[in-house]
């Protein structure tokens, strides 16, 4: 995600507006960004077929079955949607689970909230 939102806020006018909304619909996390950078729109098609940064967020993001659609309109703006798959919690996996890059808690603000994610891939 961070290839993702940095090239959205680098190829960006400086007093523009970018937001950015994040919400769980349909078993798919819904990420919609939009922002009144005509830098941003007029550049938008080279970003998504010739930036590095946006090709290896693509390419992580299509093993989940991704979603990329293009929000038309006078401004710039997109949606991705991941789907989730919610696994019943009473199901017991059997799996290890190494916390060796979890141990240093001076990597994690004290003031902020953490959320850890797995995920599996699923064939």
Request: net charge positive; with cysteine.
């Amino acid at each position: 995600m961070q290839y993702f939102f940095n090239d959205l806020s680098k190829i960006s006018d400086r007093d523009s507006t970018l937001n950015i909304a994040i919400a769980y619909k349909n078993n798919f996390i819904e990420i919609k960004a939009t922002s009144d950078s005509i830098i941003l729109k007029d550049n938008w098609y080279n970003i998504s077929h010739y930036s590095p940064y946006f090709k290896a967020f693509s390419d992580f993001t299509r093993r989940f079955g991704r979603r990329i659609n293009s929000i038309s309109g006078n401004d710039f703006g997109m949606t991705l949607c991941i789907p989730i798959v919610v696994f019943d919690p009473d199901i017991n996996f059997k799996e290890t689970i190494s916390w060796k890059n979890f141990n240093n808690a001076d990597q994690f603000s004290s003031d902020k909230k953490s959320l850890l994610i797995f995920w599996r891939f699923i064939q």
